[in-house]
């Protein structure tokens, strides 16, 4: 098997760049909130400013772990040929194109239309393009236009080599010694991203509903605490009568007991969901209940 390097492009310092622009990004929303919620409690700023602060760490983390993931992909990107197949590895992951699948190679394909635009270029090209003869997959660090394209039946490849001729001529020897053992495509995504998780819909669009409802409880406290008396009306007995009143600040612990508890079933969720999918689905179904019960709470606390 010979292992081909890709060639060298600006899109790994692209990703790095976009990196340190994230990381200062938590770093001011850090150091925003640490401000905010210094000293004792019943000096603590909460705002809506202190909600926004919150938006960007949110926000600014999320890209940092994207972007590294990016940039890691862009280091680790290679191209490896032996008699059975082409395999493209990257961040632990990889495709398999069998080489009695391969039909043709070309150089460069257009036009190609990017679905998620600037994105698809962050770090590698990646992802999948839409080109005029067949779906186009990206694993490449130059413009579909400047890569070899590896065409079989179904499907098309970008890649970039660093030797493009030297790559064919090696692929096509080993294409014309036969394969000694069947194969097919195929995509295998690493576990240590947990890939499988992230990619359910389901569990994608229940941990995002979670996520909202429980900013959404945390942006109706930023909105509603300038103007709360110090002691709030924090629990109720059975007839409906106030049983107790307790420091303002102590509403916020509504929200942050929420999202620790879906956090937790986010957990377990990635642990379970290789042997019990249905389990990791309903956990996560289950912070979308919790949430909303905390967020009736929040409500009827403030108002």
Request: hydrophobic share 55%.
């Amino acid at each position: 098997m010979r292992r081909w390097k890709p060639r060298a492009a600006r899109g790994r310092w692209i990703a790095l760049g976009l990196l340190i622009l994230a990381l200062g990004g938590v770093t001011l929303a850090v150091i925003g909130l640490v401000r905010r919620l210094s000293g004792s409690p019943e000096q603590w700023q909460i705002d809506i400013g202190a909600f926004g602060l919150l938006l960007l760490l949110i926000i600014s983390l999320l890209a940092a772990i994207w972007l590294t993931h990016r940039l890691i992909a862009a280091l680790t990107l290679t191209y490896d040929i032996d008699r059975n197949g082409l395999y493209i590895r990257w961040a632990g992951n990889q495709a398999i194109i069998p080489l009695e699948r391969i039909v043709t190679i070309d150089l460069g394909a257009g036009p190609v239309f990017l679905p998620l635009g600037i994105l698809q270029r962050v770090g590698t090209y990646w992802g999948r393009a839409f080109a005029s003869e067949a779906p186009l997959y990206l694993y490449a660090t130059q413009p579909p236009g400047e890569c070899l394209i590896v065409y079989t039946a179904d499907a098309a490849y970008a890649l970039s080599p660093e030797d493009p001729e030297a790559f064919v001529q090696d692929l096509e020897q080993r294409r014309n010694l036969g394969a000694t053992l069947p194969m097919q495509p195929s995509l295998g995504y690493s576990r240590a991203f947990h890939y499988a998780f992230w990619r359910d819909g389901t569990v994608l669009a229940l941990v995002v509903a979670a996520v909202t409802i429980n900013l959404l409880a945390l942006g109706l406290i930023a909105v509603a605490y300038p103007s709360l008396a110090p002691l709030v009306e924090m629990r109720f007995d059975a007839t409906g009568e106030l049983a107790e009143l307790r420091p303002r600040h102590q509403t916020l612990f509504l929200p942050l007991a929420a999202f620790g508890l879906s956090l937790f079933n986010a957990a377990v969720g990635l642990a379970l969901y290789q042997r019990l999918p249905l389990g990791a689905r309903l956990l996560q179904g289950a912070s979308v209940i919790v949430q909303l019960l905390f967020l009736v709470a929040v409500a009827q606390i403030l108002w």
